[in-house]
């Protein structure tokens, strides 16, 4: 099995690395990284077509402005056009520089999303019931799980 | 007829069991659960062409926040090219979290929504008149229905 | 000739009973009733690709807040590319239930663009220049025409 | 070299007669006429694949109010669509009811609008540089030119 | 090698130019002017597919109004589709006029990013892993870099 990295050099932290950390050693790794978040899904796209790879964790950090919410927009809607393209996910992690108010907070929500995405990425690797365990159960990735709600 | 169901972790609701125990048994069930809801449209165009289901219900509850609002956006455009690459319908069933006002009517709102859009899908199966009678009647599902308005 | 309608449960009004009305003994009609606007799309394409229509007139009344106008955009989208991937007309007739204020109005309203659009449909089949002597002259449908505006 | 001119009855202004007026006798001219501009890009399609047109021009004036400007972004996407299917330049004309405040107005943007882009087509088909002496120098359509920044 | 160049004649600034002068010698390059950045995706898709680019860097400098910003976002989804149809990057270079305030400041910020993004793409046409050393260092084009924030 092999997992493709998307990376960023506008993200002001290196998520790629908090990926890699987690991803056992049976696992082949190919990494790509672009400019910015709009050069993700050509990216993307590549990886699955020319690197062969299995399913690809997509990284990266928007700015705080309206624009900046508008380029993670589009390139929201390039990696869906990719997935369906590529009949494969894609584990898109983005981190809203506003979200948090510190660069060490910043930090923190970086990794934690993106390690808990690339736990993610290898369930769904291992078929589509793997995280259905968990389905319904206010799962967060970032942050802490909010929890699920029944009928009681 | 297999009716596939797509479903999140990051729901707080187990939506998908409302679903199953609507469906009657002679009906084949297919489940594919993804972390969020930008991860269903890939899971739904594989449920029909790996899977062969004939029709799928897409499960999600978007989080409050603006960016949530985008991110179903983003999912719904997925799913609408999903429904024209493969020609089947996909019953997209998504609570905002922001609906109501208590843990208890979002359990109620996903509950009802998720179980009028089952009756939905096995009609759509039925044939493309199989709703007609009930068309332009202000059908809802999660709310009460609005009722019909007419000439007189 | 055939004309396919595709028309909605959410609806308030029995919008294709409208259109039905207007369309002359000598074309066929195939109708496709669906749940709400987002379900269109899809219909429209197997109302083309299935039941052999030449054009198809999609109906829907999107509900007042927020996120039913984004259902509206997601709808129309959807809409364009069966479009493209025909190249056939689907002539899109929207009532959103905020553009008047009674429930009488809004009758009048969506019987009233129903029925217009209705011929626009029966004037594209008959060609590209049949509205040709109207261009430019202020048309409007579900409330009166504004009139052209000349060098004068 | 054949131009097809795309346009509406719902736009207050024969746009189209603006534009053919510009045209020299020696190219022909396809014209296409829909309801609204959410009727153009299938219209456009036709034009380039049916009716053989080398180039379109696509004439529109959307309305005021904020679902106006969201259909206008609906026909804006689907007209890039079109001419990524098709590898040809469609000039898009729209005229914005509420760019200007009176109705002579905008009949002067209207026509003014129209025919400088008419002169963009006719350059366009003489091939990708007969621009390139104006790229940079801040060109308007339908208001004049704003000028060239240099580093002086 | 070569280099595909999309500008417009709408930009304040002659952007190409700025590019242009970065281009080492040994690599060829292709010019397409069109009028706004609307046009630029079917340009781009030209570049690739009829001039033979490698890479295309698509330049545009969109105005200050809502409705700017509008077209910046279906100019920029074109973009996104263009690269998935070629597998190949457009470095999307767009200078909005309202990022700063004065003529002067818009003339530096439009080459700054301009040549920044021209490196980027010298350094994609080297391959995947080029940037990589970059990658999460919180890199700007047009402002000055950022940093990386670490775990210290």
């Known amino acids: 099995m092999k997992i493709g990295i998307a ?6 932290v290196d998520m790629a690395k908090c990926a890699i950390n987690k991803i056992p050693p049976n696992y082949k790794i190919e990494r ?9 899904p050509v990216a993307c796209k590549k990886l699955f077509e020319k ?19 508008q380029c993670a927009h589009e390139a929201s809607l390039g990696i869906q056009m990719v997935q369906l393209l590529t009949n494969k996910h894609i584990l898109e992690v983005f981190v809203h520089m506003d979200e948090v108010k510190t660069e ?3 930090y923190q929500l970086a ?42």
């Open 32 to 40: 790509y990284t672009v400019p910015g978040i709009k050069d993700l």
């Open 51 to 69: 690197y062969n790879c299995d399913i690809v964790i997509a990284l990266g950090m928007p700015g705080p402005m309206s624009i900046d919410k």
């Open 104 to 106: 060490k907070a910043l």
């Open 111 to 152: 990794k934690n999303r993106t390690e808990k995405h690339t736990f993610n990425a290898l369930a769904l690797l291992n078929g589509k019931e793997t995280l259905t365990p968990y389905a319904g159960s206010g799962r967060r990735q970032g942050f802490d799980d909010v929890g699920r709600i029944t009928d009681g």
């Open 7 to 12: 990376d960023t050099t506008f993200s002001r």
